[in-house]
């Protein structure tokens, strides 16, 4: 058989991660569509038990290596490669994480095939792939169309329902061989936990949370005070974190921590697809931004067209004016 | 160390965009491009590298508006040398761009023995592929991307880097050199340059022109349309002064038993 559609199951620290449900909610679509069976490639090192949860596939490709007990984007693209090479999908979708950015590019780079990255979505229209690509910074998306087979599809979380993916029948497993180097160039050496001690921002019921438009370290302590007013916790986004106003233990997103608050405030957040990422699932989003047309309020309940620097000291007075001090 | 920096400008997405008349591409009327962020980042990862082990700082972008500001503000910063690749369109074709890369060291003899090659882990007009990975495998050296610390051994030939993995942890790597990396986030925020100094650099130093050697093959990407992300939903914008707004905010708690 050949033509089939292929996802990357993204795996982490022995779990299979929440993006591949999402992705193999979204190769089923795709897999029907075209009349073809959709494939799982899961690749490890003693981790055939995490197929079972792949049900969403009809059968699941387990390439069992030592080069690939971590998922680093090289061996990974090689082991593709390989498979790929012997069993030609028509595409092949890779999530993009911290855990797989990397493996879909190089993927492409070595098949000499093509790669289309930032898919929010993918469609079949007359019988051909379509994706629509997520472009600066979340403010446009490019529809597009890629010449020959396979594609390499890089696919942004949150393009299904993670529950749309998970099943609790176990699908049949292939074990595949791979030939990979013994010795990778690229060798792992260790996890780094985070430093401890300060507080876990996802048992916070409420987060101020500020991004670039808070423009100095200064101003933090506005958002500070209105978090100590509502019971709630400071976070923020990644150029706050780069800039070193706040710890990274403090960061929402991709590289961060994925929040659940029952209030999400974002101060000076545009809502770049990273950050959006760690805090969609939040109860109540309002959003702050000067510009009208920042992605963040795509993603807000209630949004506020204004300076954060303004509007925080103003909610602060009113939150404690209501709380009656 | 004998460190290369890939820097591309970018459009701004703090500023409005707005789709060109053919549907298909970005209105660059009025767009204003800057450095790519976490080239930024790359750049001040490779100025720390030598000012800790010596060596040098070459930085290459492909030509584009304002890109002579860019680079000369990277000589301010501390960079040994500016080059200017023409030939290469950098905009959203970066499978292209690796390839121009790639051509243009083989054609530098300065750096044919470059230690590393140090870029942005992602930009965001990167539609069809990430450049740090392709040129990696151009070049048939060692890749990691979400790069935030960057440590060599030279006498080894060896360089340890750690990467953001999720939920804070890192992980960190070791291969031999050279390699490319995609830089997330450098140790410390890029430095900053006063524009008395940038000034300084464009009346006494100089960027070098390189060329990609061969044409480029165009992108094997078909763009039918681009437009702004339809939403479902949008925010319910609350209007007012910022008292007025704050005490809408405060309502919509108390309705829901926040406050």
Redesign the interface.
């Known amino acids: 058989m050949a033509g089939e559609i292929w996802v990357l199951a993204e795996h ?1 620290q022995g779990q299979i ?1 929440e993006i591949t449900f999402e992705v193999l909610a979204l190769g089923r679509e795709l897999a029907q569509a075209l009349g073809v069976k959709l494939e799982a490639v899961l690749l490890g090192h003693g981790k055939k038990d995490l197929a079972a949860s792949l049900g969403a596939a009809e059968q699941v490709l387990y390439a069992d290596h030592s080069s690939l007990a ?1 998922m ?3 061996s990974c ?1 090689v082991a593709l490669e390989n498979l790929v090479r012997s069993k030609k999908p028509k595409a092949v979708l890779v999530p993009l ?3 797989t ?2 493996i ?3 993927l ?3 098949l000499g095939a ?5 898919c ?1 979505d993918v469609s079949v229209s007359d019988g051909k792939l ?1 994706a629509r ?16 087979d396979p594609v390499i599809l890089g696919i942004w979380p949150g393009c299904r329902p993670i529950e749309a993916g998970r099943t609790t029948v176990a699908p049949p497993v292939e074990e595949v061989a791979v030939a990979l180097p013994d010795e990778p ?10 430093e401890a001690g300060d507080i876990d921002i996802c048992e916070q ?2 987060l101020v949370s500020v991004g670039r438009g808070i423009q100095s370290a200064d101003n933090l302590e506005l958002a500070q005070e209105l978090a100590e007013a ?1 019971g709630g916790a400071v976070s923020g986004s ?1 150029p706050v ?4 106003w706040l710890p ?2 403090r ?1 929402v997103g ?5 929040v659940k608050p ?2 999400y405030l974002a101060a000076g957040i ?1 809502g770049a697809p990273e950050h959006v990422e760690g805090m969609k699932g939040a ?5 702050i931004n000067t ?3 920042a ?1 963040i ?10 300076d954060a620097l ?2 925080l ?3 602060t ?3 404690k004016e ?2 009656g001090h | 160390m004998n460190i290369l920096v890939l820097l591309k400008m970018v459009p701004d997405v703090v500023e409005e965009l707005e789709v060109a008349p053919d549907g298909k591409s970005l209105d660059t009327e009025f767009l204003r491009l800057i450095p790519n962020e976490p080239d930024d980042h790359a750049l001040e990862e490779a100025l720390l590298l030598k000012e800790r082990l010596g060596g040098k700082v070459t930085v290459l972008a492909p030509d584009a508006a304002e890109v002579d500001e860019a680079l000369f503000t990277a000589l301010a910063k501390g960079a040994d040398r500016a080059l200017k690749l023409s030939g290469a369109d950098a905009s959203s074709n970066t499978a292209g761009l690796a390839l121009a890369i790639r051509q243009a060291i083989a054609a530098t003899p300065d750096l044919q023995g470059v230690d590393l090659i140090l870029t942005g882990t992602q930009a965001n007009d990167d539609l069809d592929t990430l450049l740090a990975p392709v040129l990696a495998q151009l070049m048939g050296v060692p890749f990691v991307g979400i790069v935030t610390s960057v440590v060599p051994d030279a006498g080894r030939r060896m360089v340890t880097v750690q990467k953001e993995c999720p939920k804070g942890v890192r992980a960190e790597f070791e291969m031999p050199m050279p390699a490319v990396l995609g830089i997330q986030a450098a140790e410390k925020p890029p430095r900053y340059v006063p524009v008395a100094k940038v000034r300084a650099a464009m009346k006494s130093l100089k960027i070098e022109a390189v060329e990609a050697g061969e044409p480029l093959p165009a992108l094997p990407i078909e763009v039918i349309a681009m437009d702004k992300p339809v939403v479902s939903e949008r925010a319910e914008m609350l209007e007012g002064s910022p008292e007025e707004v704050a005490g809408k905010v405060c309502e919509i708690l108390t309705a829901r038993g926040l406050l």
């Open positions: 982490w991660s971590e680093t984007a090289e693209a994480s911290n855990v950015l990397g879909g590019s190089l492409a780079a070595k093509v790669c289309i990255n930032s929010v379509q690509s997520l472009l600066y910074g979340g403010k446009m998306e490019a529809t597009v169309r890629a010449a020959g160039k690229v060798r792992f050496k260790r996890y780094i936990e985070p019921e409420v509502l990644r974190i780069d800039q070193g990274m233990s960061q991709k590289s961060g921590a994925n029952k209030f545009s109860a109540l989003i309002v959003a510009d009208p047309k992605p309020f795509n993603v807000a309940h209630y949004g506020i067209e204004a303004d509007v000291p103003a909610l007075a009113k939150v209501r709380k």
